[in-house]
């Protein structure tokens, strides 16, 4: 199991995170055509070695960035305070390693005249192997 097939089996048993975006609507990487809104990407952006021990153990900071396609600015701030709630500080298994760490950084708007509102939020992982 990847880190982004990680995060989606967390997102599918959150009720807050399915009640605004189900999990059929939670992409990786990239959407299909003809996609309507509301849809999530997770992506995973950058890759940064940590640590790498003689022992085996190794740590990365994977910066993994949810991008939120959302038709207002309300639904886009209820899925940003649900994905903060699930994630932020957030440990668990991500079958590649463990989580050990999210931290949230940078927090993008944008929003066009067809009423389209996107929401990026920024998450330093920090998954160690073993």
């Known amino acids: 199991m990847t880190l982004e097939e990680a ?4 997102w599918e048993s959150d009720v807050a ?3 605004s975006v189900p999990l059929e609507r939670v992409y990786t990487s990239f959407v299909p055509a003809d996609t309507k809104r509301p849809y999530v990407v997770v992506e ?3 890759n940064k070695p940590l640590l790498r021990a ?3 153990l190794s740590a990365d900071v994977v910066e993994i960035v949810f991008v939120a ?3 207002s600015y309300g639904s886009a701030t209820t899925i940003a305070a649900a994905i903060a709630d699930r994630f932020d500080s957030a440990d668990f298994d ?5 989580v050990v760490a ?3 950084g940078e927090e993008v708007w944008k929003s066009d005249s067809k009423g ?3 929401r990026e939020l920024h998450y330093d992982v920090t998954l160690c192997r073993s």
Not at 7 to 10: C, D, K, L, W
Not at 94 to 98: H, M, P, T, V
Request: aromatic share 0%.
């Open 17 to 19: 995170l399915t009640t």
């Open 44 to 46: 995973r952006r950058k």
């Open 116 to 118: 389209t509102v996107r």
């Open 69 to 71: 396609e959302m038709s």
């Open 54 to 56: 003689s022992s085996g």
């Open 102 to 104: 999210m931290r949230r």
């Open 7 to 10: 995060i989606q089996q967390r």
């Open 94 to 98: 991500a079958g590649e390693g463990r």
